[in-house]
T-cell receptor, first 109, second 119 residues
């Protein structure tokens, strides 16, 4: 069955420290992976998608098909990065998206 | 800029009432979605629609129905509200991008959410 797993419900790191939000997926076909972010009192918004291969707000994520992972990384955390982060999987040829349960990132000053 | 508007930010209803949640998007998107967001459960898809009058069940459709009479509007209906339907409801839309050789579905854009409480 298709599934997205975010093993951490909460991740607290100090400002300036590296951040890695883990995401693993289960899907036998050709996946399309996304990271969405929801800042406090704001709407859920797209952060990045694997096919774009871009860095957004200092975040990057590499799709590792061998490990079925799409971890979100940032070398130096900033206080404004505190938010809820969702990893999402779109199945090939479909517009249904499966979301993970989310990880709350809390940046300590 | 894409605008997805949900008619209410907060709504309080009673058990057994019929509840309508409205969502409008202004970018002529083909696809529209309704999710509920619960702590510890993330986002779960209730229903989605890929065209006017077309709908598909998501992962948790029980107790809900939807209506898409016009392309820009997608309504979520709680036929007989129950307390376990107290949640944050998110609407989203996305477009189909047509390239020279295929169609590809674009990322979803979300509304601000409706926090629904059923008493």
């Amino acid at each position: 069955a298709q599934r997205v797993t975010q093993p951490e419900k909460l991740l607290s790191v100090f400002k300036g420290a590296p951040v890695e939000l883990k995401c693993n997926y289960s899907y036998s076909g050709s996946p399309e992976l996304f990271w969405y972010v929801q800042y406090s009192r704001q709407r859920l918004q797209l952060l990045l998608r694997h096919i774009s291969r871009e860095s957004i707000k200092g975040f990057t994520a590499d799709l590792n098909k061998g490990e079925t992972s799409f971890h979100l990384k940032k070398p130096f955390a900033q206080e404004e990065d505190s938010a809820m982060y969702y990893c999402a999987l779109r199945l090939g040829g479909d517009d249904k998206i499966i979301f993970g349960k989310g990880t709350r990132l809390h940046i300590l000053p | 800029d894409v605008k997805v508007t949900q008619s209410s930010r907060y709504l309080v209803k009673r058990t057994g009432e019929k509840v309508f949640l409205e969502c409008v998007q202004d970018m002529d998107h083909e696809n529209m979605f309704w999710y509920r967001q619960d702590p510890g459960l993330g986002l779960r898809l209730i229903y989605f629609s890929y065209d006017v009058k077309m709908k598909e069940k998501g992962d948790i459709p029980e107790g809900y129905s939807v209506s898409r009479e016009k392309k820009e509007r997608f309504s979520l209906i709680l036929e007989s509200a129950s307390t376990n339907q107290t949640s944050m409801y998110l609407c989203a839309s996305s477009s189909l991008k047509v390239t020279s050789d295929n169609y590809s579905n674009q990322p979803q854009h979300f509304g601000d959410g409706t926090r629904l409480s059923i008493l």
